[in-house]
């Protein structure tokens, strides 16, 4: 079993930056790929960037596409998101999962486990 903690959420300005971070315990997280996702209050849960098991592949959704940066490392079992130029339509609860699926899988039901979510706020 995996269980993953989100941290590092906060309220920003547009414009600004916040790495977050996700610890994983239980199981070394280099035999999953990883996913981070983002859900608004009354909206579904979105893809936002993955990373595969060996950490050489990402993916990352087209609204967040050359702001965000997924990363991993597997010898502090962890893994981040880097969010650069944050918009106000970025305010979410961001959550990271892990997936047993080859590559970067982006759909949530090929994730196994999942963290509390960590709350992401941008003013305008």
């Known amino acids: 079993h995996v269980q993953l903690v989100e941290s590092g959420g906060g309220l920003v300005q547009t414009g600004g930056s916040l790495r977050l971070s996700c610890a994983a315990s239980?199981?070394?997280?280099?035999?999953?790929?990883m996913g981070w996702f983002r859900q608004a209050p009354g909206k579904e849960r979105d893809f936002v960037a993955s990373?595969?098991?060996?950490?050489?592949?990402?993916y990352s959704a087209d609204s967040v596409k050359g702001r965000f940066t997924v990363s991993k490392d597997n010898a502090k079992n962890a893994v981040y998101l880097q969010i650069n130029s944050l918009k106000p339509e970025d305010t979410a609860v961001y959550y990271c999962?892990?997936?047993?699926?080859?590559?970067?899988?982006?759909?949530?039901?090929?994730?196994?486990?999942w963290g509390q979510g960590t709350q992401v706020t941008v003013s305008s």
């Open positions: 990373i595969s098991w060996s950490g050489g592949s990402t």
């Open positions: 999962a892990a997936s047993g699926v080859y590559g970067s899988p982006s759909n949530g039901y090929e994730y196994d486990y």
């Open positions: 239980g199981r070394t997280l280099s035999c999953y790929a």
